[in-house]
């Protein structure tokens, strides 16, 4: 009998010895990394963010699997500088990535490792399908740039001939489509155009399936809803509220593909799945063929229409599910925060973001570990946001409003005026309305300091 006992003592040892070498196997896993960013999106395009008249029935199922971020920046509002910011963690005034970049520029500096190639390093497969628009050069297209596949655009979709206001300037460059590293449409036309969101999709989904049984890094970065808008047959007219809406719907049905493919491969438990619901604010020029936010103005500028956007981080057991946070922070601290969760080494050049995950992640004993955040337009630096979000200072700077509104994707017009410098109070004030530097010269005076020497570090020689 006591023979017995012992050999059941030994048993349960042995299999619970067992039973924590395998927890501890799942817990050291590489967790996979899917990274969706909008272009030109607006901050209430999707519920829960916003009350849109057509359904996103996918982005709110992410939401409630998910934390909702709800002051998330990113440096500048154009699509060229905000991308290299995600993609390398560095501010446009150190990377000189500027504005938008057009066909033929080189773009990024190599010098400057992505997160494809921090996660390569690290034994992941890497894949983008979508815009690029940080260089169309051999040295700084997405093959040479720390991605093992690749499909799309080199730069937005308006860069073409059909342009309706550059004339023929940019019959010059023909827009291809990408794949792998070469070329498989010469011109994309609009019957192209309307397959793109699909494409790009099909595309990542496919990458998953294939490299379900090792690590990988997916980067989605979809062409719309940047102007022209198109959207495949499937979704033409379903919203009932134009086209628009449509391309709304057809990006939420992509973000539900991602989501649901990670579920029915069994990944979904150890994949961080990241959605950032754009790269800018809305082109608000053109209208009817652009999103609405309650924040200041939009694309352009360095007010939160502009610079701040809604985003989702779904990570299973690790971020709390159908959560909320309005813990500020920034799209340079992406690749810093995923080298951290990861097990990657950080990149060897001098990057400007922060690991960020007990701020975001909600376990009680996080702080931003930055004090400010700053944000520029294109070589001209214009404020900084406390890193807890609730102090804005804006500079003297002039920016671009509406005069008057485009209709059926033709711009209309802005008009330029100046704002003096300024402190916001985000809090109580979100919508930038209220200068309240005269009550709180004291905080003033800290923003403005940093600013100025934020400014002298990274601007002073655009000047």
Not at 314 to 327: I, L
Request: proline share 6%; hydrophobic share 35%; with cysteine.
């Amino acid at each position: 009998m006591a023979h017995q006992f012992v050999y059941i003592i030994l048993s349960c040892i042995f299999l619970f010895s067992c039973s924590s070498q395998e927890v501890e196997t799942v817990d050291n896993e590489k967790p996979n990394v899917v990274l969706i960013f909008l272009d030109d999106g607006a901050f209430e395009d999707f519920s829960p963010f916003g009350q849109p008249r057509y359904p996103t029935p996918n982005v709110e199922e992410l939401a409630s699997e998910g934390r909702s971020f709800y002051s998330f920046y990113v440096p500048q509002a154009v699509c060229s500088a905000s991308r290299a910011a995600l993609l390398t963690g560095c501010y446009p005034g150190r990377t000189k990535v500027f504005g938008a970049h057009g066909p033929r520029q080189k773009g990024l500096d190599p010098s400057f490792a992505t997160i494809g190639e921090v996660l390569k390093k690290n034994g992941y497969a890497t894949g983008v399908f979508g815009k690029w628009h940080v260089g169309d050069q051999p040295e700084t297209r997405p093959m040479a740039r720390g991605f093992d596949e690749s499909s799309g655009l080199m730069y937005s979709n308006d860069m073409w001939a059909n342009h309706p206001e550059s004339g023929d300037y940019w019959a010059k460059w023909p827009l291809q489509f990408w794949k792998n590293g070469e070329i498989t449409i010469d011109s994309v036309d609009k019957e192209d155009q309307k397959m793109l969101s699909t494409w790009y999709t099909e595309h990542a989904v496919d990458f998953i399936k294939r490299h379900k049984d090792q690590p990988f890094f997916v980067y989605l970065p979809h062409s719309m809803p940047h102007v022209p808008i198109f959207c495949s047959d499937k979704f033409e007219g379903k919203s009932g509220v134009g086209l628009y809406g449509d391309v709304m719907m057809e990006l939420d049905w992509s973000v539900g593909q991602i989501n649901q493919t990670l579920k029915d491969e069994g990944l979904e438990d150890n994949t961080v799945l990241i959605f950032i619901g754009s790269d800018n604010g809305p082109w608000l020029s053109y209208s009817d063929h652009a999103g609405l936010t309650s924040f200041r103005e939009g694309k352009g500028t360095t007010f939160d229409g502009g610079v701040r956007n809604p985003a989702i981080v779904k990570y299973p057991g690790r971020m709390e599910a159908n959560s909320v946070s309005y813990n500020t922070f920034a799209s340079i601290d992406i690749l810093p925060t995923l080298c951290g969760i990861t097990g990657a080494d950080l990149p060897q050049n001098e990057i400007d973001g922060k690991d960020i995950w007990n701020w975001i992640s909600g376990d009680g004993s996080g702080e931003n570990p930055h004090n400010y955040y700053p944000f520029s337009n294109s070589k001209q630096f214009q404020g900084v946001i406390t890193g807890d979000g609730k102090w804005k200072l804006h500079l003297e700077h002039p920016y671009r409003t509406i005069d008057y509104g485009g209709k059926d994707g033709i711009p209309g017009k802005y008009k330029f005026e100046t704002i003096d410098t300024s402190l916001f109070d985000m809090v109580h004030d979100p919508y930038e309305r209220s200068n309240v530097i005269a009550q709180y010269p004291e905080m003033a005076q800290q923003l403005i300091e940093w600013a100025e020497a934020h400014e002298q570090r990274f601007y002073a020689q655009e000047e």
